[in-house]
Nanobody
Framework: VQLQASGGGLVQAGGSLRLSCASS????????LGWFRQAPGKEREFVAAIGDIRSKTGSTYYSDSVKGRFTISRDNAKNTVYLQMNSLKPEDTAVYSC??????????????????WGQGTLVTVSS
C-alpha cells in the first residue's frame, strides 16, 4: 500500500492542524490505518489508529498523550485518512507518518505491526 502524507507545518501552541494521508490502493478500506510520530532524538511512537471497513468501522484508539485533543478519521471514498490535531503543544513537535496494517491488527500500537508507511510530514509547534 502506497501512502502519501501531507498537511504538516508550523503552528503556535494551542492551534490546530489537519494531516492527510492519501492512497491509490483500491483495497484501502480493508486496512487498519494509523499515525505515528517521531520527535528529534526520540523513538517513534504510536499516536492513533482507525479500524477497517469490514470489522470495526469507525472504531478508533489513541495514545494517552493525544486522547481528547486529536481525532483520526477516514474517508474510504477518497482513500484518505486524516488526523485532526487540536490544542497543540510544543511536545507534539515531530515528524508524523501514516501507516497501514492488515485488518486483524486492529488494536496494534507497535510500529512493527504496520506493514506500509508513507513519508513523514513535519509538525512544529512553537511556544
Amino acid at each position: 500500500v502506497q501512502l502519501q502524507a501531507s498537511g504538516g507545518g508550523l503552528v503556535q501552541a494551542g492551534g490546530s492542524l489537519r494531516l492527510s494521508c492519501a492512497s491509490s490502493e483500491r483495497t484501502f478500506s480493508s486496512y487498519v490505518l494509523g499515525w505515528f510520530r517521531q520527535a528529534p532524538g526520540k523513538e517513534r511512537e504510536f499516536v492513533a489508529a482507525i479500524g477497517d471497513i469490514r470489522s470495526k468501522t469507525g472504531s478508533t484508539y489513541y495514545s494517552d498523550s493525544v486522547k481528547g485533543r486529536f481525532t483520526i478519521s477516514r474517508d474510504n471514498a477518497k482513500n484518505t485518512v486524516y488526523l485532526q490535531m487540536n490544542s497543540l503543544k510544543p511536545e507534539d513537535t515531530a515528524v508524523y507518518s501514516c501507516a497501514a496494517a492488515a485488518a486483524f491488527r486492529f488494536g496494534a500500537r507497535n510500529s512493527r505491526d504496520f506493514d506500509s508507511w508513507g513519508q513523514g510530514t513535519l509538525v512544529t509547534v512553537s511556544s
